[in-house]
């Protein structure tokens, strides 16, 4: 990794992809150019990964970094893409299921303490 930047420390977690124009908190998200358009929608994101231009203006990148984690790349679409196709690769294809009150839950699925699931109609 001699000469690359590393990425700061994070406990960032992505849940969604978002576009520029309906941006998701916890959600990855790339402008492939910096219009003012596109960077006002930029300022606008909150817990995110943005992936943007390296050549971003450093006033703009500090302004983005405080909420988000920034990635300044060559290629932010081809960037996206790879991340994308990483995660869905590594979906489970299979899942087992069990009918709790009525609903069908993965057994993998992890349930907060406070999450109550109310009885679900005839399947």
Not at 58 to 78: G, I
Request: a negative charge.
């Amino acid at each position: 990794m001699s000469g690359e930047a590393v990425p700061p420390h994070s406990t960032l977690r992505i849940t969604r992809a978002s576009t520029l124009y309906n941006i998701h908190p916890h959600s990855i998200v790339f402008a492939q150019s910096l219009t003012p358009e596109r960077s006002q929608a930029l300022t606008k994101a909150v817990n995110c990964l943005l992936l943007v231009p390296h050549q971003i203006d450093s006033e703009l990148l500090e302004h983005m970094s405080v909420d988000n984690v920034v990635a300044p790349v060559r290629n932010p679409r081809l960037s996206f893409a790879r991340i994308m196709n990483t995660l869905v690769g590594t979906l489970p294809q299979h899942q087992e299921y069990e009918c709790v009150s009525g609903a069908w839950v993965s057994t993998g699925a992890e349930i907060a303490d406070d999450v109550v699931i109310e009885p679900g109609g005839p399947s």
